[in-house]
């Protein structure tokens, strides 16, 4: 559960205003967080001087010195996610800004020529062409020091790019964001297809003088796969893409457990083996979001998400969660609209909640929650974590939700109340 020590003084006062109207409070709730979310990540984007290439830091509100590995730095994941919340909120120049910083990124890496993308660089206005690698300077040993899960590619991340340039191609018409879309569904087809079962692995982990490919599959890196394989393959009429979206395809639907109606996260480390202990609401909701037409038993799911993933008014991001993940509720509020189905207030005073004084919404209103997943194969234990902090990607994710767009299809959801 929340605490309302997270409420600013201003969203306590309003929220307690629409409890005596409950016949409207869900519409006003969702009205405010529309506003709230969009004004946040218009701050964020203005913020960047200039009109050229930026990138938008994930953690904005992180004290200097507090968590140094996350100081300015922005994730591929979460810059999609806010290039296509910014689209949704009417800001579309904005969101070129971000997807101009994709382009340069992959056309300009300091070591690889491949056209890859990272999972992260450093935040701010891209300067003479050149997107900065996250790092720091450690006086104590006199290194450099980058991790090694931000400079490498994780499939599912490269796919989000592309939603984001399918995205800004269907705002602007200019091909250039469908040929860099179309280029990153290449890189992923080049590089991390794995067989029995046919899908596509994780992606690359570790420093640039020693990669290593990650043979693991998830369900949401394929169903991102899927989707913008789907889109980009329409676009550009690219028969090699769709047989991409075939393949990606047939791996989620694979995952259906019709047992427990839910989806596997996908395999362990050797690329075969069914992961059944661990569970992620993302693979839950979003192939709901991500098939247009999907097995109407995929709508049994809910169960398994209200009994499994279920933390108070919200929603935990792992399997009898630890905290609400902000990011993952706003996730099921965009797919119960998708579903047609009523997004209760309670889900949306939890989001509105998470505003923090800088605009942005917390990761978590805990201090810490566990996705029992590790960040990479140099882990020894479980070690992704999300923390009590100002967070790019669940501001988002709760634009999305508020405003009832789709970020996989690039489209406002059919029949869901547009918040204005």
Known sequence: ????????????????MFASHPARSADAIQQQLAAGTCAALHSAATAVPGQGPMLLPSYPGLQPGSVRALENVAFVYDNALAGIALTACGEPA???RIADAFVLASSHDPTFHDGRLRNAYRGGAVAHDKVELPGYWESQGNYWSQDPYQVG?????????????????????????????VAQLHWIQTHTLGSAPAAYEGG?????????????????????????????????????????????GDFVRSMWD?????FLVGTLDDGKT??????????????????????????QVWRWIESQHRSGDGYGYR??????????TAQVATTLLASGKPVPDTLWRLLAAQRSPNGMLFATPQARISTDFAIGPSSTYADFFYYHQPHLGATAWAALAAKGWNPFTGRPIPHAEQAP
Do not use: C
């Open 204 to 248: 690359l982990f570790g420093y640039d003088n020693a990669q290593r490919a990650q043979h693991w599959k998830a369900t949401e890196h394929n169903l991102d796969i899927y989707a913008a394989a789907t889109w980009a393959g329409r676009d550009a009429g690219d028969a090699t893409l769709m047989q991409q979206a075939k393949i990606s």
């Open 153 to 181: 590619t994780a499939t599912g991340n490269a796919a989000w790019a592309a939603l984001l340039l399918l995205t800004v191609y269907d705002s602007s018409h200019d091909r250039h964001y469908l040929d860099a879309a």
């Open 94 to 96: 904005q969101a070129k």
């Open 319 to 328: 399997r009898q969660p630890d905290g609400v993940w902000t990011e993952g």
């Open 274 to 299: 069914l992961s059944r202990d661990k569970s992620g609401i993302d693979a839950q909701v979003w192939p709901l979001l991500a098939f247009d037409a999907h097995p109407a038993e995929w709508n």
């Open 1 to 16: 559960m929340f605490s309302w020590r997270n409420y600013l003084p201003g969203t306590a006062l309003l929220l307690s």
């Open 258 to 262: 019709p047992t427990q109606h839910r």
